[in-house]
C-alpha cells in the first residue's frame, strides 16, 4: 500500500483533527477528561487507523482499518452533537464541522470499496 501521507482522504481526517483540537479548548474545563478528550481521541483515531491500514501487507488487511476509522467518524459526529446539544459547541461551528466529518466518511466508505479484495461467485 502506499504512503497514507499521499491518500487525500488522510489529510481530510487530519484537517478535522487538528480543527477540533481548536474548537474544544472553548468547551467547559471540567470536561477536559470527559467530552473533550472523547473528541479528540475519536477523530484522531481516524487518521491513526488510515495510516496503520497502509503498513499493512495487503489489501485484504488494508480494508479492515477504513472501516475501523469510520466507526471512530461516526462516533466523532455524535460527540459534536452531544457538544452542540450541552451548548459547548455554536450551532454553526457544528455545521461547518459536520461537513467535513461527512466528507472524510463518504471518502472512506470509497477507500474500502478500492481496496476490499474481490469476492467469487460460488
Known amino acids: 500500500m502506499k504512503d497514507f501521507k499521499e491518500l487525500r482522504v488522510w489529510w481530510k481526517a487530519h484537517e478535522l483533527t487538528v480543527l477540533i483540537y481548536n474548537l ?17 481521541r ?6 491513526a487507523n488510515i495510516a496503520e491500514g497502509c503498513g499493512r501487507r495487503s489489501d ?10 469510520r466507526g471512530s467518524a461516526s462516533e466523532t459526529e455524535y460527540h459534536l452533537l452531544l457538544a452542540k ?31 476490499q479484495p474481490v469476492r467469487r461467485a460460488s
Open 24 to 40: 474544544t479548548p472553548a468547551f467547559p474545563r471540567d470536561e477536559i477528561y470527559g467530552l473533550t478528550s472523547q473528541v479528540r
Open 60 to 69: 485484504g488487511e488494508m480494508a479492515r482499518f477504513p472501516q475501523i476509522a
Open 42 to 47: 475519536s477523530s484522531a483515531s481516524i487518521g
Open 85 to 115: 446539544d450541552l451548548g459547548f459547541l455554536p450551532e454553526a461551528e457544528f455545521e461547518r464541522t459536520k461537513q467535513k466529518v461527512v466528507e472524510v466518511q463518504r471518502m472512506l466508505t470509497s477507500l474500502v470499496q478500492k481496496v
